[in-house]
């Protein structure tokens, strides 16, 4: 199955959409957010019950990500991606049956951040089982990019469910009753009775990972969403400060920095020739705190534009090339435990945004805080590059004196 191409076969088409799912967790809901607050006016703290409503399966998917990780190495990855993909549309799809309590919501969203840490995870560690090497960077690059042109397809699509009514938002879930039947019929479990060739011979044996280099991945990843964060949350606020921007209009200029991500994602194959994962996450470092850098100093509205993509084009090296990156320094029986290891950090990454940014922004002012995560994100892809210079030296050093 490893030189097949991830769109050659219908199963792999499924498993590229089943990942997609996990971007409907919170964001399909944000067009029914003033609907529902309208809809619980008369319950004290409304607003901040929406909020709760909305953030939930992050939280969920936080906490329970560790432990399906460590689930999903013991059991068929296979039959659980099916399972959870059902628990999907029941859990996402229950705001529209039972939208009169306000517990009943939470409990359901809470359903739906189990099923989305058990789809995250699943479909990432399967895709290692299919491919290696270049294919298995190739997948994650597709994956990446479904995820973004997923996430303004239904984006577009939950809105058009809200202005039917608030509750048919959540109707938006069912997409993963279309996807399973695929998985099903399409999708073959992973042979397991074939041996599975190592993606990097360098990858130690069971029980002695790189430790150190798989928190580095973390922290990285910790990076990644929290600099991606950054746009959705302060920057409809940020290009207000170059005249009247209209809703839609900086929601067209997010989905358009959404699809850059997507299209470099799209081509992480041809970008992974240029080098080491190390040297490559550099680069998408470099990008995304320079693109940054210049949405704080931009003088006028086209210079923050260009740095909105810039930073899109950072984003879309990092992702794929984080989880590539990360499977190459860890046996296939425990990348399930990893990977849940690294999507807790992204979904902490993602709460931490607003506690962190906001006694900035209030202290300095949005453009200063822009400029310092920018510069700081800048410095990180250059030491992170000369690190892995020094690697380099240091690992010819040796089998020179080796020789």
């Not at 607003?47 to 909305?54: A, N, R």
Request: net charge positive; aromatic share 10%; hydrophobic share 55%.
């Amino acid at each position: 199955m490893s030189k097949i191409s991830p769109l050659s076969q219908p199963g792999f088409v499924f498993l590229l959409l089943a990942s997609t799912m996990t971007v409907l967790a919170g964001a399909a809901l944000s067009p029914a957010l003033p609907g529902m607050r309208a809809a619980f006016s008369d319950i004290a703290h409304a607003e901040l019950w929406v909020k709760v409503i909305l953030t939930t399966p992050g939280l969920v998917i936080a906490l329970c990500a560790p432990f399906v990780g460590l689930l999903l190495d013991k059991q068929s990855k296979h039959r659980l991606l099916m399972v959870a993909l059902a628990a999907y549309g029941v859990f996402g799809s229950l705001g529209y049956l039972l939208h009169d309590s306000v517990l009943a919501l939470i409990l359901g969203r809470v359903g739906l951040g189990v099923a989305v840490a058990f789809i995250m995870i699943a479909t990432t560690t399967l895709a290692g089982e299919y491919f290696k090497g270049p294919q298995f960077g190739h997948f994650m690059g597709l994956q990446a990019a479904f995820s973004s042109f997923g996430g303004v397809v239904f984006l577009g699509v939950s809105g058009m469910l809200a202005e039917l009514h608030w509750t048919a938002a959540f109707l938006i879930y069912l997409l993963a009753w279309v996807v399973l039947p695929g998985i099903m019929l399409y999708l073959k479990p992973p042979d397991s009775s074939k041996p599975v060739a190592a993606d990097n011979a360098a990858i130690p044996a069971e029980g002695r990972q790189p430790s150190r280099a798989i928190a580095l991945c973390y922290a990285l990843g910790f990076i990644e969403v929290f600099m991606l964060y950054m746009i959705p949350l302060h920057f409809p606020f940020y290009i207000q400060s170059f005249g009247a921007v209209s809703p839609a209009e900086t929601g067209w200029l997010i989905a358009g920095m959404l699809c850059i991500l997507a299209i470099t994602s799209l081509n992480y194959q041809r970008w992974s020739r240029m080098g080491h994962y190390i040297s490559l996450h550099a680069l998408g470092l470099g990008g995304t705190g320079a693109g940054m850098l210049i949405l704080g100093l931009a003088p006028s509205y086209g210079v923050a534009l260009a740095g909105l993509a810039l930073m899109g084009i950072g984003l879309g090296i990092l992702r794929p090339n984080l989880v590539v990156w990360l499977f190459s320094l860890i046996a296939l029986t425990e990348r399930g435990k990893v990977m849940g290891g690294l999507t807790t950090c992204f979904f902490i990454a993602s709460f931490a945004v607003p506690f962190v940014t906001q006694p900035l922004i209030e202290q300095f002012g949005m453009t200063t805080c822009f400029i310092l995560l920018g510069s700081g994100c800048l410095v990180m892809g250059i030491l992170l590059k000369l690190g892995y210079w020094r690697l380099t030296d240091h690992q010819d050093m040796s089998r020179a004196s080796n020789g």
